[in-house]
Every structure is written in structure tokens, then in C-alpha cells.
């Protein structure tokens, strides 16, 4: 059995019900990415995971307890979260922040160990933030803050680690090195990850595991290879494209078809694909 | 980081202490009993620090002993606890709204409690003690109206602002209307109580406001970890562990009971609430809530406001409440024009 599973739930924001009756499993020791279009329940599903967002219907399971039930602070010394959004404090500085992941191993009188500093120090080397450490968060390039929030997410020692859209405005190079962190991550440390994704193609070729949703619904999961199809992309995406081989590294690569292929000849269609 | 040392004891145990926060601790605290001394010894019957002091430890003379303990020492206790109460509301509402201007002068809890305070003086033409009560029940109301209006579904700085400045707004035109209801008498009487004042403050203030002090202070710094969590916005608090809804209900609840109880034993001081956080941050210079040194600076401003006031126009004839709207006053504006400089607002 899965560490981490959805089991029939559904999920509302107040009247507005996004997914019903969804079943999700992740495996363990995976890098799951969770894609889809817009509005598709990606996040909210992840929200679900995380213990953010209370199934109206079913359960989330974390070890076999309902997610809901457990300790809070025992949630967070087993499944970490990067959620989209986040704020720095004004003034902290890089080496306060990261620190403060430690949260969840720390009480009224276990304040601050050697083990939480060698922690944090050690997260923060495997994100490459080190030399930062006294710099001031504000100062920081969108990839460098990118990277301290996954170094305080990495200090909380989670087996298991969510990343809601963790490359979301940042540009391309940037992005590939948050992935590039996150397989390390996975392949190095033997950590479960799950991540939502916007871009396709980065998800085929990070993820050992995709879930495909579209409408609160699981349309296609298992490995990239065995379910990335041009008829996937276009029941998930309402998108119609040609599946090649990633010449670099041999997983799924959509190719959108040409604007006259999709639109029958006529070429004036406007609005944009994907978020049908 | 560089100010943080790491205290590990045997068996496990390890403190954090922040140097720089822990020496503006102590400080403003020295600073609050100094100044303390130097209160009770100002008035018509002026005494020396030293005699003060005496009088204190029980070795005074029956003239001294009457003055200090019966008279002044209350007072300046009132003080010190109001600004202490005033100081810790303002840095709680602050930091779960994100927002410097989340404090309780700008959301109407102060305009709130005089609402209270004014209806018992104009309506039932109360005592004193009704009218602290009075108070306590407009300040806890509004604050109950705020938290209906602003909470739903987390609080987001500017949400709670403009729901504040809304309520604010209602609460003062209401005001307005029992000044004009009164009569003369009960006018000048509500007047004064506006401005805040610790004039004839006695021992039956003090006790009340010591045991809320007594049951709330350490309640609101045993969650105080989980707040500085919480200061990275909800999610990521929620992903560190923290009951995010049930903290901010906790320290919400704490914050209106302190600045409704302190502004029913001492009126509606102006911005301590609002600058003591603030001053104590800058001093400390250290992200997070800084409440301890919020505590401290809040005292430690209420009662050099008071002697300021007595000092310069003689007992009883300036209420504390102005000299802290002035020194606020001022403060607040250079906040904001620094604050617009470093391009923040």
C-alpha cells in the first residue's frame, strides 16, 4: 500500500464542487506530476494531498490514517509543502528563513539542536543557496528565491514533498533548474514527490509517474512513455498534436499542430489552446 | 542569523536567543522602571528617586506611603499595564494582518470602545466602573463585527484595513451623535475620557487589567512560534504544522480583550498600539513578531508619554493621550515617508 493516497473524495470550495468521487494513488518513491488544463482540479487535488483543503466527501490517507486526524505537527515532519504562494517576511534573511522549516521538529524547549543546524545548513547546500545565507530574501533573483523555498521546504526532512506549480514565473533556464533540483532530489534521497505542472513537456520528461486530469476527473495515469499520446493530449487538452521522441532525452514531446492543421485551413481562429 | 546563539543544555534541551532582541528586552524594560520611579516621584509634592525607592521597599514616612502607594503607584502601574496591553494587541493585529496599519486605532476597536464608554456617560450617565465596562463591551463588539466582516476564509492585510477604517468610520459618526446628544456636563466628561487619560487611576484598575495581563501574556507567547509561521502566509504555515484557524482565533480573541480591556481602564490612548511594534522592531531589527519587545516599548512609551505630559503642563492638566497621538502622530509620518523612500508603499 501507497503512503499517500485519495480515496473517492470531493473536493468544493464552498458551493463550488471541482472533483467528485476522485480516487488518486501515489506511488511511493515516485516523482508524480499532476497535469491538466486550467481549472481542471490540479491544485486543488494537491491542496487535498497536503491536508490544505478538507474533502467535503471520502478521505485522504497518509500511512493508512485519515490525513485530517493526525497531529499537525507530525503531518509536517512527514509531508512537506511548497505551495504557490508564499511570503518573506520583511527583512529576514536567507539562513532565518530555511530555518524556520525546522519548525515541525522543534518545541518549547528543543529550540534549536545541532541537528537543526546541520540541517539547514545542508539543505541549503543542496540548493545551492549557501553562499546567500545572510543576504536579505527581498534582494533575490526569482530563481534564488525559488530555490530557498525549496531549501526550508527540504529542512522540514519530509520523506514525502508536494510542489504546487514550483516553476511558474520563472524563466526557461530557471525553470529546468528547479526540475533538475527535484529529480536530484528523488533519485538521490529516495524522496516521494508530487508536483503540478503547466508545461506537458517538462512534465513528460521529469516525471516517473503522471496523473492526467481534466474536469476533476483522473483521464490517464502511469509512466509518460506508456500514456502520452497525441489522443491523450487532445481528451486532456482539447489540443490536437503529434507525439515525437524528445531527441535529447528520448521521453514524450508534444508538437502542437500548425494553426492551419487545427483550425481546417482557415487560420483566423483566435483564443488559446490549452485552456479549453 | 548573526545575532542568533545557539544554547544547548545536556539531555536534549536547546534555546535560541536572539542577543540583540534579548539587550533591547532588557533595556526598554529598565527604561519602563526608570521611568516608572521617576512618574510616582512627579507632582504637587515632589520626591527624589532615592525617596521614592524607599517608600516602595516599606520604609518610607506615613505622608510618603500614602502618596506613592495609595495615589501615584496605581496610576503608574494602570500605566505600565495599558501600555504593555496596548503594545502586544497592536503587535498581534500587525502581524496576523501582515500590515503595520492593522492595529487597533486604525481598525475602530478604540473608536469602538468609546462608543461604549459614551453611551453609559450620555445615555445612562454611569459611574466609572460602568463606563469601563461600558467600553470593554463596545471594544469587544466591534471587534466581533470586524472579525465577521473580515475573516471569512483567512484574513488578507488589506481586507482587514478597509473593513477596519469601514467600521471605524460608523463607529466615530455614531460617536458624533451621542456628543451632540449630551449636555454639557456629561460632554466634557466623555471628552476627557476620549483623549485617554491615567488621572485618578487606583488600585481598582489595576487588578483586573493585572490578571488579564496574568492569564493572556503567557497564552499569547506560547503561540508566538506558530504566528512567526504564519507570517509567510497561510499555506506555508499550514505546511509546517500549525492549526493556522485555531492560532489566529486564539491571538485574535487575546488581541481584542487586551485593547478593549486597557482602553476601558485608560480610555482610547492614540497609536501605541500601532508605533510600539513597530519602534520595537526597528530596534531589534529582527523579522517576526518581536512581542516581548513590543511589551516592553509599549509600557515603556505609555509611561514616559505620562510623565512627558505631567512634566510639561503640570498634573492632571494633559491627558496622556495626547503626547502619545503627538509622539505616534509624528512617528507614524515618518514611517511612512521612509517607507516611500526604501520604495515600499
Known sequence: MNRLSAENVTLAYDQRVIAEQLSVEIPDNSFTVIVGPNACGKSTLLRAL?????????????????????????????????????????????????????YPHQGLLRQWSAEDERVVRESMARTRVGELAERYVDELSGGQRQRVWIAMALAQQTPLLLLDEPTTYLDIQHQIDVLDLCADLHEEQGRTLVAVLHDLNHAARYATHLVALREGRVIAQGAPKDIVTAGLVEEVFGLRCQVIDDPATGTPLVVPAARTARTGGKGRQTGTAGTS | ??????????????????????????????????????????????????????????????????????????????????????????????????????????????????????????????????????????????????????????????????????????????????????????????????????????????????????????????????????????????????????????????????????????????????????????????????????VCMGAALLVTADWISQRAFGADQLPVGVVTGVLGGVYLLWLLVTERRAGRI
Open chain 2, 1 to 294: 542569523m548573526k545575532s542568533n546563539r545557539a544554547v544547548r543544555l545536556p539531555g536534549g534541551l536547546s534555546f535560541r536567543l536572539d542577543v540583540r532582541a534579548l539587550t533591547v528586552v532588557v533595556g526598554l524594560l529598565a527604561a519602563a522602571l526608570a521611568a516608572s520611579v521617576v512618574l510616582i516621584g512627579t507632582g504637587d509634592f515632589p520626591m527624589s528617586a532615592a525617596d521614592v525607592l524607599r517608600t516602595l521597599a516599606g520604609e518610607g514616612n506615613a505622608g510618603q506611603e500614602l502618596i506613592v502607594n495609595e495615589l501615584r503607584l496605581p496610576r503608574v502601574l494602570v500605566g505600565l499595564l495599558v501600555g504593555a496591553s496596548l503594545g502586544l494587541g497592536g503587535a498581534l493585529f500587525q502581524s496576523v494582518s501582515r500590515n503595520p496599519l492593522g492595529s487597533p486605532d486604525v481598525l475602530g476597536l478604540g473608536q469602538g470602545a468609546t462608543a461604549g464608554a459614551l453611551t453609559v456617560i450620555v445615555v445612562f450617565s454611569g459611574t466609572a466602573g460602568q463606563v469601563a465596562l461600558g467600553a470593554l463591551a463596545g471594544g469587544l463588539l466591534t471587534g466581533f463585527v470586524i472579525y465577521v466582516l473580515a475573516w471569512k476564509r483567512g484574513v488578507h492585510g488589506y481586507r482587514l484595513v478597509l473593513v477596519g477604517i469601514g467600521v471605524s468610520a460608523v463607529v466615530t459618526a455614531v460617536n458624533g451623535y451621542l456628543l451632540t446628544k449630551s449636555d454639557i456636563v456629561d460632554a466634557a466628561r466623555a471628552v476627557v475620557w476620549m483623549t485617554g487619560s491615567l488621572s485618578g487611576r487606583d488600585w481598582d484598575q489595576v487588578w483586573p487589567l493585572l490578571a488579564l495581563c496574568a492569564v493572556l501574556v503567557p497564552l499569547v507567547l506560547a503561540h508566538s512560534g506558530a504566528l512567526r509561521m504564519m507570517e509567510m502566509g497561510d499555506d506555508v504555515a499550514y505546511a509546517l504544522g500549525v492549526r493556522v484557524e485555531r492560532v489566529r482565533l486564539v491571538l485574535m480573541l487575546s488581541a481584542v480583550l487586551l485593547t478593549a480591556s486597557a482602553t476601558a481602564a485608560a480610555g482610547p490612548v492614540s497609536f501605541v498600539a500601532l508605533t510600539a511594534p513597530q519602534l520595537a522592531r526597528r530596534l531589534t531589527r529582527a523579522p517576526g513578531p518581536n512581542l516581548v519587545a513590543a
Open chain 1, 50 to 102: 497536503s491536508r490544505m483543503l478538507k474533502p467535503s466527501a471520502g478521505r485522504v490517507l497518509l500511512d493508512g490514517q485519515v490525513i485530517q486526524s493526525m497531529p499537525a505537527k507530525k503531518v509536517a515532519r512527514t509531508l512537506g509543502l511548497l505551495p504557490q504562494s508564499s511570503i518573506a517576511p520583511d527583512g529576514i534573511t536567507v539562513g532565518d528563513l530555511v530555518a524556520r522549516g525546522r
